[in-house]
């Protein structure tokens, strides 16, 4: 379908096919930002390998990172816009801090990646905002569970993995 049939203009209007071009377009930027992430859960680990591609060469490769510190034992690798990576990495912050405050414990990885895709999903409801151009693998110890490892996107999903490829080249990895 062509961009001038007027479904592309705004967010919550959907195609004759029913979907969401906005999110689509999304998730086309995710894969062309030129990072890929890969993860495999273990049964007492959780490994992440992620190949970043620096833009410019005036670049300090070792200041560019995709990794974010969510709580003592929970992380997040996001791949897409570093902007919207870090606004995500915030808003997990703030969650996982208030239900440390509330509960007493943890808030475990299953939960800060359910919490992300919830806010996530009400970006592609309302008009007013838009989606964040950033996907990522919520990870971490459980103290429970174990080893966990979740993937969030920006239509609102999260799914656990026990391995988990995320970025332009996901699909041959």
């Known amino acids: 379908m062509s961009r001038s049939s007027g479904f592309d203009r705004q967010i919550t209007i959907f195609s004759p096919e029913g979907r969401l071009y906005q999110i ?10 030129g990072a890929s992430t890969v993860a495999i859960r273990g049964d007492d680990c959780v490994v992440i390998a992620v190949h970043k591609k620096v833009s410019d060469k005036l670049f300090d490769p070792s200041s560019i990172t995709c990794f974010h510190r969510i709580s003592e034992h929970v992380a997040l690798a ?26 007493g414990y943890e808030m475990p990885v299953d939960l800060v990646a359910q919490r992300m895709a919830d806010k996530a999903a009400t970006k592609t409801q309302q008009t007013w905002m838009r989606p ?42």
């Open 78 to 103: 996001a791949v897409g816009m570093s902007a919207d990576s870090l606004a995500i990495a915030a808003d997990a912050r703030s969650e996982s801090a208030e239900f440390m405050y509330n509960y």
């Open 24 to 33: 689509e377009y999304v998730f086309k930027a995710i894969r062309n930002v």
């Open 132 to 173: 964040h151009g950033c996907a990522g693998l919520f990870f971490g110890i459980d103290i429970e569970r174990g080893p966990a490892l979740y993937r969030t996107d920006p239509a609102g999903t999260s799914v656990g993995y026990k391995a988990c490829a995320l970025g332009n080249k996901e699909t041959e990895l």
